[in-house]
């Protein structure tokens, strides 16, 4: 069975900050990884996906992540927070034909 | 471009009332999802389709009911409300299952049972 860890429910930083989210995975197969942002009173959005190749994944509004298998981690950074920033965001994982698994999602406050 | 679109946006009801919420796609998917978000617990799957005509259970699918007649629509049931289903719903779909696609989400229907 796969499942998502997502360490901190809730992260704040100040604008101008590294902003670093953290999502550890469980899959015994080549696993598929996502991340997606709620805004607030919003549908959840895709931001980014790993599925094959390069491990380094850059996504919208200057977030990335990297898969790191020896780890099983997918976490997701950002060099400078902006105050737009301020969102829930999800970590998923997936393999091939399966359905997607969220994590508990972590709230990401951006201070001034 | 409408995407997944959910109606209502948001209602009130009252313990032992019935309703469905309503839930579209015009991007002819044939995977689509129900979920509940349920503040620090995640998102949790209700049921799901794989084409219509065709649904299964997920994690958490008592109390509720779903239809699949068309490719674009996934109506969900709640017949007797409970205090324990207020929750925001998302629906969502995906081009095929959710590996490699991920998924597209409709902006939720924000329900509470009084």
């Known amino acids: 069975a796969q499942s998502v860890t997502q360490l901190g429910s809730h992260v704040s930083v100040s604008e101008g900050a590294l902003v670093l989210l953290r999502c550890n995975y469980s899959s015994s197969v080549p696993p598929y990884l996502f991340w997606y942002v709620q805004y607030p009173n919003q549908g959840l959005q895709l931001l980014l996906k790993y599925t094959t190749g390069a491990t380094l994944v850059k996504g919208i509004n200057g977030f990335e992540a990297e898969f790191k298998k020896s780890e099983t981690s997918f976490h997701l950074t950002k060099p400078s927070a902006h105050m737009s920033d301020a969102a829930e965001y999800f970590c998923a994982v997936s393999n091939q034909g399966g359905k997607l698994i969220f994590g508990q999602g972590t709230e990401l406050s951006v201070k001034p | 471009n409408a995407g997944v679109t959910q109606t209502p946006k948001f209602r009130i009801l009252k313990i032992g009332q019935s309703m469905t919420l309503q839930c579209t796609q015009d991007m002819n998917h044939n995977y689509m999802y129900w979920y509940r978000q349920d503040p620090g617990m995640g998102l949790k799957l209700i049921y799901y389709?794989?084409?219509?005509?065709?649904?299964d259970k997920g994690e958490v699918p008592n109390g509720y009911n779903v239809s699949r007649s068309t490719t674009e629509d996934f109506p969900l049931r709640l017949e007797l409300a409970a205090p324990s289903q207020t929750s925001v719903y998302f629906c969502a779909s995906s081009y095929s299952t959710g590996a490699p696609y991920g998924y597209t989400f409709g902006s939720g229907t924000r329900l509470t049972v009084v």
């Open positions: 389709s794989v084409g219509a005509g065709i649904t």
